[in-house]
């Protein structure tokens, strides 16, 4: 009877750990504009996701189906050409703007695996 209870225990204590640091992490830093983008440009969605924790939502970007029509009708895929993969994560409530507000969304847009852009909105 006096294991139970003390799995129980540890069990309890192991899940409350968990909720506090999940917590503290939900929480999470804040950065200034200037930090955000000397912390992150450049760098591997890994560094990203390590950091940072797993985005709000993810989107990938696709060819738009008249593409092709839009730039006089070439076909740029020459076939030669690599394919590119380009993927938003966006982020909410972690960059200032001012020492009270920060912007709703950020979003880090990479490039075959490597940060590209940063954006900030308020209008998202």
């Known amino acids: 009877m006096t294991q139970i209870t003390l799995k129980k225990i540890l ?3 192991f899940a409350f750990s968990l909720l506090a ?3 503290v992490f939900a929480a999470g830093k804040t950065y200034t504009e200037n930090e955000f983008l000397d912390a992150f440009s450049g760098k591997t ?3 990203i996701a390590e950091k940072l924790g797993a985005p709000a939502k993810k989107e990938l970007s696709v060819k738009p189906t008249n593409a092709s029509a839009m730039i006089g009708g070439k076909d740029v895929d020459d076939g030669k050409s690599k394919k590119v993969k380009v993927e938003m994560w966006y982020y909410k409530n972690i960059v200032k703007y001012d020492p009270k507000h920060t912007y709703k969304e950020t979003e880090v847009t990479f490039v075959n695996d490597r940060v590209m852009n940063i954006a900030f909105f308020n209008n998202k």
């Open 11 to 13: 069990i309890s204590g």
């Open 21 to 23: 640091a999940s917590n």
């Open 45 to 47: 969605m890994k560094v």
